[in-house]
């Protein structure tokens, strides 16, 4: 237990049921390979912790940013509780090292232990929840993500690549982006798409997807990138 007492410290949260943390790491995964464990996967704690992120980041942005429209604060919370964004917040505050997989997932490192990671932060607030109530959770969450939040809104990063790929070059070069298919490939019940987005006759970035709308989105994510937007 060594190792949960260093996240603990780290993390300032000192649990009375140190089996509710250790439970928060455990991926269904890693059951189907250890039977007698004795401790359940984490997935009912993710379901608790899903809610009360949710409640706890809505609440701070309803009374943050009190002039805001629903549409606004539904897109600020959907940046600020995405995958993306927990995964990597998850990885600076150790979750990544304190995970059990099964051998092929433990192998895994792309967008599905992305998804994991995240899926087990909520999980690790589920389980704080259920040690400390409602408060103990809110302060682990104020603590990791409420200091993101001023970023997410001042640099546009609640809005969808496509419109911030969009934004940036109406600004910057006075020209709308357009996007054009380049290429099709596979059958039909599996098609894969790589659309280019132009500005003007000039091709910015490509992006690959399964539908149309998806590969728009990865061009427009790698265009803001190449651009340094």
Do not use: C
Not at 58 to 84: H, I, M, Q, W
């Amino acid at each position: 237990m060594e190792r949960f007492e260093q996240f603990e410290k780290k993390n300032n949260v000192i649990f009375k049921n140190r089996d509710l943390l250790k439970q928060a790491f455990i991926h269904r995964s890693y059951l189907n390979e250890n039977r007698d464990l004795g401790i359940g996967h984490n997935e009912r704690l993710e379901f608790l912790g899903d809610a009360v992120l949710e409640l706890v980041v809505t609440d701070y942005l309803y009374n943050k940013y009190k002039d805001k429209s629903e549409g606004d604060l539904t897109a600020f919370r959907s940046a600020l509780v995405n995958a993306n964004t927990l995964s990597s917040v998850a990885t600076e505050i150790g979750i990544n090292d304190l995970l059990f997989l099964s051998k092929g997932e433990a192998k895994d490192k792309g967008r599905a232990r992305q998804v994991i990671l995240a899926d087990t932060f909520e999980a690790v607030i589920g389980a704080i929840y259920m040690d400390q109530g409602y408060e103990g959770a809110k302060n682990f969450i104020a603590q990791n993500l409420f200091e993101m939040i001023e970023d997410i809104v001042s640099g546009g990063l609640w809005m969808d690549a496509k419109s911030r790929f969009q934004e940036k070059a109406q600004d910057r070069l006075g020209a709308t982006p357009a996007y054009k298919t380049t290429k099709e490939e596979g059958p039909d019940h599996d098609k894969q798409f790589t659309v280019g987005v132009f500005v003007g006759h000039e091709l910015i970035a490509e992006g690959s997807g399964k539908s149309k709308q998806e590969a728009e989105q990865e061009a427009a994510k790698r265009a803001l990138e190449s651009k340094g937007w």
